[in-house]
């Protein structure tokens, strides 16, 4: 059982550059969001998802940017890398309009130089 | 808006003590969900438990336990003899205004527990 799968784990940029984190999750989940983990303030929302053409803002959205294309993925961008944008990404998935869970990926260990 | 408040930082236990982490939310919604999650070392993301606002029942899962209070808004998870492996960090966490998934939650800052063998 694969759930949700988050790529890479670990990733290295320099200021300025831009990169995608892939997610996705083989479990037909509705919804999907994008949380960054930082020391002493938990996970925070980035970006959610309710189904395929349809994306949100969260609590933190600024420099990122979504899509969701198809229900399995939700591609998290970032734009233009900032040392603030140094943190631990989460990818999470759950049943829209049923109760559930969230079900989350491994994590991305991001750092911007 | 949703709060939640996680106001111990650190807690550090000897193997076979009981602890108590505790949990304090903040919501004007009449229907909520709230989350236990627990993060080892490893990094990774591990559902413990789920409670809704209807259901005011304490739960027990072999040596885990939750106490809910809708009067206090407190949501507390005690480990009962606790074992170095339950060394963790833990996260409450609340879904507010939904039907019942676990959408855009609020998590509070956490808890960092270490068990001491």
């Known amino acids: 059982n694969a759930g949700v799968t988050q790529t890479p784990k670990f990733q290295v940029l320099k200021t300025g550059q831009s990169m995608t984190l892939q997610c996705a999750q083989d479990?037909?989940?509705?919804?999907m969001s994008w949380y960054r983990q930082d020391p002493g303030m938990g996970l925070r929302l980035i970006h959610y998802?309710?189904?395929?053409?349809?994306?949100d803002q969260g609590e933190v959205p600024n420099g990122y940017n979504v899509s969701r294309s198809t229900t399995e993925d939700f591609p998290l961008r970032l734009l233009s890398a900032a040392p603030s944008q140094t943190s631990v990404y989460f990818c999470?998935?759950?049943?829209?309009?049923?109760?559930?869970?969230?079900?989350f990926g491994q994590g991305t260990r991001l750092t911007v130089v | 808006a949703q709060k939640v408040t996680q106001a111990q930082t650190e807690i550090s236990v000897v193997e076979k003590e009981d602890v108590t982490l505790d949990c304090v939310y903040e919501?004007?919604?009449?229907?909520?969900?709230l989350f236990w999650y627990k993060q080892p070392p490893s990094g990774e993301l591990v559902f413990l438990i789920r409670?809704?606002?209807?259901?005011?029942q304490n739960e027990i899962s072999g040596r885990y336990s939750w106490n809910f209070q809708k009067s206090t808004s407190s949501f507390n998870f005690t480990i009962t003899a606790s074992q170095v492996v339950d060394s963790a960090v833990y996260f409450c966490a609340l879904s507010a205004g939904t039907s019942g998934s676990a959408r855009q939650l609020t998590f509070g800052s956490g808890t960092q527990l270490t068990v001491l063998p």
């Open positions: 919501t004007r919604d009449t229907t909520y969900y």
């Open positions: 999470a998935s759950s049943y829209l309009g049923r109760i559930s869970e969230a079900f």
């Open positions: 409670r809704n606002s209807f259901d005011e």
């Open positions: 479990m037909n989940h509705e919804y």
């Open positions: 998802s309710v189904g395929a053409g349809i994306t």
